[in-house]
């Protein structure tokens, strides 16, 4: 009897399979999180199997960080800021699963496709930038610039959550939030950001030393490119000092989301107290969360990008209080906008938590004109779309 497999000929896009279900795993699971072996059995193929197409599971990242910007700049090969959010719309909705890549695991490139992928990810912001200024010639290239990079991480931000949606309303919704903060003002960058620090420590505080350099790192590198050595360098200390105050690299990720949480927690709940209603305290929660993007920004980035790396024993922890963080923004804007229905609400909600956090990293800003309009306003526009 012949066996199965003789003569059974290789799918000639078996190479984008992989690449396909690498990167959805990636978005969802982190990088990191992600074993060659599992891609394979998730493709139906065997791990040696995968080396017949790419000779790591670097290399996947990198063909599925090219494929993800490829298509990107395939959709958005249209005319006018219209046809352009119609499409971007599409995009995210149909590359939800992947669209990960662009949010947070590019870290994980090396040097030389890190610039790779910025050089396309500039193109990609010039589809939306120079139409805007066609459009609106009283523009700066800066401003268009700070624009188009709000409108991609309002799309950009369907990959960050779960919120079950129809496709037809997510793009709706979407291209809504879009085509507003598009209407708005730009926020204008500053020549060098104005930022309060992570945090006040004394010298003789060790352990806040250690958790504020990991915490920095964390963010700008990923939680799996930084070793010890690295945290206590960036405190000034030895390594053996991380472990008098943490038994190791994962109890400092842990202690940063247990911060932040209850930065959160702590904030979330000043803006709401004293407020005359649901519109006033839905006001006061967005000058909140931008208040505390800018004064804990290297923070709430490691809260938003690192969930995949916890520990297991403050994973479902961290997420319920995330959760329940997202749950009262979403009850407020119900309560504010009777029309719109819950699954509407959440994806707008964390369209506006995204577009603050991005633009945070991305845009140098005086935090006093963040605060007085810029991204406050852009961020009620995003809810109130």
Do not use: C
Request: glycine share 6%; proline share 4%.
């Amino acid at each position: 009897m012949q066996s199965p497999t003789v003569g059974r000929r290789r799918p000639k896009d078996r190479k984008d399979r992989i690449a396909q279900v690498a990167a959805e795993l990636f978005g969802e699971r982190g990088y990191h999180g992600v074993s060659l072996e599992e891609i394979a059995a998730v493709v139906g193929i065997s791990a040696p199997a995968v080396y017949r197409h790419f000779g790591s599971k670097y290399a996947i990242l990198v063909a599925a960080t090219r494929g993800l910007v490829d298509a990107a700049l395939t959709a958005t090969e249209v005319e006018g800021i219209p046809a352009t959010v119609d499409a971007l719309a599409t995009f995210a909705v149909t590359h939800r699963k992947t669209a990960g890549l662009y949010q947070w695991e590019w870290r994980y490139l090396a040097a030389e496709h890190r610039l790779e992928f910025g050089d396309d990810l500039t193109l990609l912001l010039r589809r939306v930038a120079e139409p805007l200024l066609a459009d609106r010639p009283s523009l700066t290239p800066a401003g268009a610039d700070a624009m188009a990079r709000a409108v991609l991480s309002i799309f950009g931000s369907l990959s960050t959550h779960r919120a079950v949606i129809a496709r037809s309303r997510a793009e709706g919704v979407l291209r809504r939030a879009a085509l507003a903060v598009l209407r708005e003002e730009p926020p204008t960058p500053a020549g060098r950001p104005s930022v309060v620090p992570y945090a006040v420590v004394r010298v003789t505080d060790r352990r806040e030393l250690l958790l504020a350099s990991a915490i920095r790192r964390f963010r700008h590198f990923g939680y799996h490119a930084v070793n010890v050595d690295d945290i206590a360098s960036g405190a000034g200390l030895n390594a053996s000092s991380v472990y008098r105050y943490f038994p190791g690299k994962a109890e400092l990720l842990a202690a940063a989301f247990y911060r932040a949480s209850d930065r959160v927690a702590e904030a979330t709940a000043a803006a709401l107290e004293g407020a005359r209603d649901d519109k006033d305290a839905l006001h006061r929660l967005i000058e909140s969360y931008v208040e505390l993007t800018f004064e804990r920004s290297d923070l709430v980035s490691v809260y938003l990008a690192e969930n995949n790396s916890l520990p297991e024993s403050d994973r479902h922890e961290l997420r319920k209080a995330q959760r329940l963080h997202v749950e009262e923004w979403v009850r407020l804007l119900l309560a504010v906008r009777p029309a719109l229905v819950a699954s509407e609400a959440r994806v707008l909600t964390h369209a506006a938590l995204n577009l603050v956090t991005d633009l945070g990293r991305w845009v140098r800003f005086d935090r006093r004109t963040a605060m007085d309009h810029h991204l406050v306003r852009l961020m009620r526009r995003v809810l109130m779309a």
